[in-house]
């Protein structure tokens, strides 16, 4: 059984890769990993700066960096600054590791380093829309709900459920009953497009292994 010990190692091993493939780059874990406030259903948050003129080849090498460390299942980019010059953000998934082990990828050039809100608000940092995948990121929110109601948020899975829904453009929202709620909207996600048949199924076993329950 995966353990979080097994999950630092994992981002530590990352780290390493990242800063080997780039000399003058550093990495440094954020969100609830880098503040010690972890828990088992957290996702591994890694800032990796580069210098800016090492921003395109970085961004060309990073997912093969990546599958050095570990075999890839999968690897999105955020819509929000897909067309970012100083910026991206990846999604990744790691074959062989718990669904919730995410790696949440920021790379930023060091000019931008100290502004986490770079090209957040700028339209044309932004993907087109046939430029991303909706159902892939709906399975997201669908994992997200999982936590959620694992961590007693149920607020806050209602919401992931409802967005995932609303943005596949299917009229169903959250009833409570979590681990229907994630299965009908991994279905839905599926149905719109095939590839993610078996994430689909790894999302739904997983609600049915950590939630059940209604609100």
């Given at each position: 059984?995966?353990?979080?010990?097994?999950?630092?190692?994992?981002?530590?091993?990352?780290?390493?890769?990242?800063?080997?493939?780039?000399?003058?780059s550093r990495t440094e874990l954020t969100g609830s990993l880098g503040s010690g406030t972890a828990d088992a259903f957290s996702d591994i948050d890694i800032a990796w700066v580069v210098p800016d003129a090492r921003f395109p080849d970085c961004l060309d090498r990073a997912v093969a960096v990546l599958g050095g460390v570990r075999p890839l299942d999968s690897v999105r980019?955020?819509?929000?600054?897909s067309r970012?010059?100083?910026?991206r953000l990846l999604f990744v998934r790691f074959a062989g590791v718990p669904l919730f082990w995410r790696l949440d990828l920021d790379i930023r050039t060091a000019s931008v380093a100290d502004d986490p809100h770079y090209d957040a608000e700028n339209p044309a940092a932004r993907a087109r829309d046939d430029e991303w995948s909706r159902?892939?990121?709906a399975l997201a929110n669908a994992i997200g709900a999982v936590k959620a109601v694992a961590r007693k948020r149920h607020d806050e899975a209602?919401?992931?459920?409802?967005?995932?829904?609303?943005?596949?453009?299917?009229?169903?929202?959250?009833?409570?009953?979590?681990?229907?709620?994630?299965?009908?909207?991994?279905?839905?996600?599926?149905?719109?497009?095939?590839?993610?048949?078996?994430?689909?199924a790894q999302v739904t076993a997983l609600a049915a292994r950590h939630v059940g329950g209604t609100a």
């Amino acid at each position: 059984m995966a353990t979080e010990t097994d999950r630092a190692a994992l981002a530590r091993e990352v780290c390493t890769a990242l800063k080997r493939s780039c000399p003058g780059s550093r990495t440094e874990l954020t969100g609830s990993l880098g503040s010690g406030t972890a828990d088992a259903f957290s996702d591994i948050d890694i800032a990796w700066v580069v210098p800016d003129a090492r921003f395109p080849d970085c961004l060309d090498r990073a997912v093969a960096v990546l599958g050095g460390v570990r075999p890839l299942d999968s690897v999105r980019l955020d819509p929000d600054f897909s067309r970012s010059d100083r910026r991206r953000l990846l999604f990744v998934r790691f074959a062989g590791v718990p669904l919730f082990w995410r790696l949440d990828l920021d790379i930023r050039t060091a000019s931008v380093a100290d502004d986490p809100h770079y090209d957040a608000e700028n339209p044309a940092a932004r993907a087109r829309d046939d430029e991303w995948s909706r159902p892939a990121s709906a399975l997201a929110n669908a994992i997200g709900a999982v936590k959620a109601v694992a961590r007693k948020r149920h607020d806050e899975a209602r919401g992931l459920l409802d967005r995932g829904f609303a943005r596949i453009g299917e009229n169903d929202r959250a009833s409570g009953a979590w681990a229907s709620d994630v299965a009908r909207l991994a279905h839905a996600a599926a149905l719109r497009e095939s590839s993610l048949s078996d994430l689909a199924a790894q999302v739904t076993a997983l609600a049915a292994r950590h939630v059940g329950g209604t609100a």
